[in-house]
């Protein structure tokens, strides 16, 4: 049977009770690792003929907590952004997030950013990382992906930045 999606939420619990933090975070990414590396909850979450997709899987409303499973079309991708005060943890069950890591070289209360390349990987299946608040970001689906993701409360009803191509400057090569 392996490890279930009732005992990873009980686990994150847990954990996040003793506070937010890296040191949290981490943990229930390294749990969350476990999660999707069981198949049976692969099966039970995911299937072929699903079209992408967002679907809450379990939310903790005592810390605010959401598990998440995503359907990511192929060819998705997106523009450097934050959870703003919030936070979340990725991980995928099939398929590659291509994730970049930003830098704001600028001063924040400019009236534009200035982002260059901090970190760019793969997170492929079975691996997770947590991002904390403020973490400036992008994802990139080459192929249809399965993603399990883990915020600090509904990240569509938080202030988020999102980064403008059009407006910031943006460095593609750090």
Same mark, same amino acid.
Request: glycine residues 8%; contains cysteine; proline residues 5%.
């Given at each position: 049977?392996? @490890?279930?999606?009732?005992? &990873?939420?009980?686990?994150?619990?847990?954990?996040?009770?003793?506070? *937010?933090? +890296?040191?949290?975070?981490?943990?229930?990414?390294?749990?969350?690792?476990?999660?999707?590396?069981?198949?049976? &909850?692969?099966?039970?979450? &995911?299937?072929?003929?699903?079209?992408?997709?967002?679907?809450?899987?379990? =939310?903790?409303?005592?810390?605010?907590? @959401?598990?998440?499973?995503?359907?990511?079309?192929?060819?998705?991708?997106?523009?450097? =952004?934050?959870?703003?005060?919030?936070?979340?943890?990725?991980?995928?069950?099939?398929? *590659?997030?291509?994730?970049?890591?930003?830098?704001?070289?600028?001063?924040?209360?400019?009236?534009?950013?200035?982002?260059?390349?901090?970190?760019?990987?793969?997170?492929?299946?079975?691996?997770?990382?947590?991002?904390?608040?403020?973490?400036?970001?992008?994802?990139? =689906?080459?192929?249809?992906?399965?993603?399990?993701?883990?915020?600090?409360?509904?990240?569509?009803?938080?202030?988020?930045?999102? &980064?403008?191509?059009?407006?910031?400057?943006?460095?593609? +090569?750090?």
């Amino acid at each position: 049977m392996g @490890y279930t999606l009732d005992s &990873f939420c009980q686990d994150a619990h847990d954990i996040l009770s003793k506070g *937010v933090n +890296d040191d949290t975070r981490n943990a229930v990414a390294a749990k969350l690792k476990e999660l999707v590396s069981n198949q049976d &909850f692969i099966a039970a979450t &995911f299937n072929d003929d699903m079209p992408p997709s967002k679907r809450v899987l379990w =939310h903790d409303k005592d810390l605010d907590v @959401y598990v998440l499973a995503h359907v990511q079309k192929e060819g998705k991708g997106g523009n450097p =952004h934050s959870h703003g005060d919030s936070w979340a943890i990725y991980s995928n069950c099939k398929g *590659v997030t291509q994730m970049t890591e930003w830098r704001r070289t600028n001063p924040d209360d400019a009236d534009h950013a200035e982002l260059e390349i901090k970190e760019k990987y793969d997170l492929g299946p079975g691996q997770s990382r947590a991002y904390g608040p403020g973490a400036i970001h992008s994802t990139a =689906h080459p192929a249809k992906a399965w993603v399990v993701r883990i915020t600090g409360g509904d990240l569509d009803t938080v202030p988020r930045f999102r &980064f403008d191509p059009r407006k910031d400057k943006i460095l593609a +090569d750090a």
